[in-house]
Each structure stands twice: as C-alpha cells, then as structure tokens.
T-cell receptor
Framework: NAGVTQTPKFQVLKTGQSMTLQCAQDMNHEYMSWYRQDPGMGLRLIHY???????DQGEVPNGYNVSRSTTEDFPLRLLSAAPSQTSVYFCASSLNRVQPQHFGDGTRLSIL | KNEVEQSPQNLTAQEGEFITINCSYS?????LHWLQQHPGGGIVSLFMLSSGKKKHGRLIATINIQEKHSSLHITASHPRDSAVYICAVSRNTDKLIFGTGTRLQVFP
C-alpha cells in the first residue's frame, strides 16, 4: 500500500493563479481531511469528507474548494491564490472517526 | 486561550534521558492523539487513547480524563527521537483540534 499520496511536494504560484493539490489514498478509508500548517500554529482543518460525495467545511475553508467523487481521491482547489495561503498542506485519511489518521508527506506551497 | 495547550514548547535532552511532554485541553473529548512530525515534515500517528495508558516500545502515553491532561513519555531517549510531538483531541465530531507542538532535540 502506498498510503496517502500528495502531489506536488512543492509549488510556487503567483497571486491570483489557481491550482489543485492532489490527495489519494489506497486504504479504502472513508474519512479524508485537508489541513494547513503555519509557523507557531497547530494544524488547522480546511475541509473534510466522511465519504464519497460528502464534504464539509473545517476551521479555515475560505479560498478553498474540495470534492470527493471517489473514495480514493480528495483534491483541494485554490480558486485564486493569495499570499496568506502560503503554507504547508497535509492531507490525511482514516478508516472511520475512531481510528488514527494517516498523513501524506505534505505540499509546501508559496504564493508570491 | 487555545483549546489544546502543550508544554514545553521546546525541549532539549541528552541521549538516554527520560522525557515528558505534557498536553492539557479544555473541552470534553472522545479521544486524544499523539503525533510525531520529523524534520522532513512527515506526520505519523503514535497513539490514540481515551483512558489509561498505552505503551509502544520506548514511548508511553497516559491520559487523565478528570484532569483533562495527557503526557507522552520517552524512555532512554535517542537522537532519532528528535522531532516535533503534537497533541490533538477529537470530540464527538469528525474534527481534530491540534496543539502547536513540542520541539524535541536529543543530543548524543
């Protein structure tokens, strides 16, 4: 099993550009989440999904969209990148609510 | 005030020392998680517990639900234990609330 795979690992964007961060898991996990990690702050939840076709907002959803058309994939879209979205983004999955989460290796995103 | 507070923020130790990292939370929880983030950035789940104590190798996690407090202990610390240790709590929802982490450096 590859676990949770995030692509790309690094990305530099200009303000106003859009892009999609990819996340895929091969463990048949129902729960998937996107977090951002900023210096001096804990991981913050952006969006999450409890199963295919179901998504919900987390703590900091503004400026991001998600979809969950399959169990395996949970892409995160930046609609119009802003410097405040410079961060490290982590995708995570778990079998269900009471199981530990498995994290991807992260995507380091810089917005100029 | 954050709902999850960790102490200390930074910790240095000599190889072989016994290490304790603390986590306090202010909300009712269904479970508490300890995670490890290595310098390369990857995050690994170490423990998930809702009561008592769990042990895995040289790592021990305890939780006191009444006092809303958990500790992560590392026995016989080693330089490879150098990492950021993150406490997170889950309530009866699908969301985790994270502490800001404790940066541990173990020197030979």
């Amino acid at each position: 099993n590859a676990g949770v795979t995030q692509t790309p690992k690094f990305q530099v964007l200009k303000t106003g550009q859009s892009m999609t961060l990819q996340c895929a898991q091969d463990m048949n996990h129902e729960y998937m989440s996107w977090y951002r990690q900023d210096p001096g702050m804990g991981l913050r939840l952006i969006h999450y999904s409890v199963g295919a076709g179901i998504t919900d907002q987390g703590e900091v959803p503004n400026g991001y969209n998600v979809s969950r058309s399959t169990t395996e994939d949970f892409p995160l879209r930046l609609l119009s990148a802003a410097p405040s979205q410079t961060s490290v983004y982590f995708c995570a999955s778990s079998l269900n609510r009471v199981q530990p989460q498995h994290f991807g290796d992260g995507t380091r995103l810089s917005i100029l | 005030k954050n709902e999850v507070e960790q102490s200390p923020q930074n910790l240095t130790a000599q190889e072989g020392e016994f290490i304790t990292i603390n986590c306090s939370y202010s909300v009712g929880i269904s479970a508490l998680h300890w995670l490890q983030q290595h310098p390369g950035g990857g995050i690994v789940s170490l423990f998930m517990l809702s009561s008592g104590k769990k042990k895995h190798g040289r790592l021990i996690a305890t939780i006191n639900i009444q006092e809303k407090h958990s500790s992560l202990h590392i026995t016989a610390s080693h330089p490879r234990d150098s990492a950021v240790y993150i406490c997170a709590v889950s309530r009866n929802t699908d969301k985790l609330i994270f502490g800001t982490g404790t940066r541990l450096q173990v020197f030979p």
